[in-house]
């Protein structure tokens, strides 16, 4: 099992910038791949990066990439996601995922997901 607890949302202003973390623990942390993903309301829950266990692969979709920096802290078993150049439009709950078989994009490939933290960007 691995538990994941995220925080860091928050009220933020277009163009303002959030870093929301991702703490894990129960099993061996550099062995699972981490995502963050998004959901909208009334929307399906969107990929947002991904990050290879070791830290030497990260993926974006293409939605962020350039605004949006995923990282961890394998030491401190922590993923982070630094948001920049915030929009309106990435108002959502932000959720963080664990992947034992490595990054990915698809939601069903994570076995363990955090309970999400709201982010809200007004304008």
């Known amino acids: 099992q691995v538990q994941l607890v995220e925080s860091g949302g928050g009220l933020v202003q277009a163009g303002g910038s959030l870093r929301l973390s991702c703490a894990a623990s129960?099993?061996?942390?550099?062995?699972?791949?981490m995502g963050w993903f998004r959901q909208a309301p009334g929307k399906e829950r969107e990929f947002l990066a991904a990050?290879?266990?070791?830290?030497?692969?990260?993926y974006y979709a293409e939605s962020v990439k350039g605004r949006f920096t995923i990282s961890r802290d394998n030491a401190k078993r922590t993923v982070y996601l630094q948001m920049n150049s915030l929009k309106p439009e990435d108002t959502a709950v932000y959720y963080c995922?664990?992947?034992?078989?490595?990054?990915?994009?698809?939601?069903?490939?994570?076995?363990?997901w955090g309970q999400g933290t709201q982010v809200t960007v007004s304008s």
């Open positions: 990050i290879s266990g070791s830290g030497s692969g990260t």
């Open positions: 129960g099993r061996t942390f550099i062995n699972y791949a």
């Open positions: 995922a664990a992947d034992p078989m490595g990054p990915s994009w698809q939601t069903g490939t994570y076995d363990y």
